[in-house]
């Protein structure tokens, strides 16, 4: 078992060459959103610029791509009819990813599952375009409950799911909210290695567990203000951001978990209660340094 620390930063924020251009550091798809929950998504695509990808593209219904778009020029979000995301969209969905895959020659992922709701037809979506890609996705809120109908689609795919205490629950079976740090590692583990999945327990203590079982690793950072909504967004959007830029599972959600932890510990020491996801994002710039 490692704990993540600040000296792994090093290992990807490397200077980059003068050479570098426009997608050598990844394109991030963002799918999510609905009509009620547009921020989801701008707080996963903020945070993942911040993490340092080239491009973030969005597909949300459009009363959220619409509004998404208008917090930052940065944003570039496409619209789908209807107000949510239904089985009508996933030619849609397929479509820009293989685009994506193309013009990146494979520096690509995607995080899925922000503010997308959970009505039926819209989890049997999430299940069929998942079934259908081979790229790194970050699995995260709603789409966990999809994918738990479902687990087998995990399976062999460069996937990394990211469920807090309750999720885990959810798509485990497995109560992990009551247990001592010790348990919790053990149930991750063997979780992991069963679904043959990376997992990374949101908590107190992150815990990260590769799709073997061989590895576990620990992130201490965070703070209690955390618990305002939206910092599992940026946890995912920093992840994602990580695996377009061709980091694997188990490093990607490491990092993660120490860079969104110590981000949200810089916001809360300046703000306390008044803390936001986006002032956390402010902070990602202050810890890459």
């Known amino acids: 078992m490692i704990e993540v620390t600040k ?9 980059r060459p003068a050479t570098t251009k426009k997608y050598d550091y990844g394109l991030l798809l963002t799918i999510g959103g609905s009509q009620f929950y547009s921020g989801s998504p701008a707080l996963t695509a903020l945070a993942a610029f911040r993490a340092g990808v080239d491009m973030v593209h969005i597909i949300a219904p459009k009363r959220a791509a619409d509004i998404i778009a208008s917090f930052s020029p940065n944003l570039a979000a496409y619209p789908l009819e209807g107000e949510r995301l239904t089985k009508q969209h996933l030619s849609t969905f397929l479509e820009m990813t293989k685009s994506a895959e193309i013009v990146t020659k494979g ?3 995607v995080v899925i599952g922000g503010g997308m709701g959970r009505s039926p037809e819209t989890q049997e979506t999430i299940l069929e375009y998942l079934s259908q890609i081979k790229i790194p996705v970050v699995i995260d809120a709603d789409a966990i409950y999809a994918v738990a109908k479902k687990p087998e689609i995990l399976k062999e795919k460069p996937f990394l799911i990211t469920p807090h205490g309750y999720e885990f629950f959810v798509l485990t ?3 992990v909210l009551e247990k001592k740090d010790e348990e919790k590692i053990k149930i991750v583990k063997e979780e992991a290695q069963r679904l043959k999945t990376t997992i990374l327990l949101k908590g107190k203590l992150d815990i990260i567990a590769d799709s073997k079982g061989d590895k576990i690793a620990i992130s201490k950072t965070g703070h209690p203000t955390m618990s305002v909504g939206g910092t599992g967004d940026t946890l995912a959007g920093i992840a994602g951001a990580l695996l377009a830029r061709g980091e694997n599972c188990f490093k990607a959600a490491g990092v993660a ?4 932890g110590s981000a949200g510990e810089k916001a809360a020491k300046r703000l306390g209660e008044s803390m936001t996801a986006t002032d ?5 710039p202050n810890i890459l340094k």
């Open 173 to 175: 079976g497995k109560e």
């Open 257 to 260: 978990a120490y860079i969104n």
């Open 280 to 284: 956390l994002i402010e902070e990602i």
């Open 107 to 109: 520096k690509v992922a």
């Open 7 to 15: 000296s792994i930063l090093k290992t990807i924020y490397k200077k």
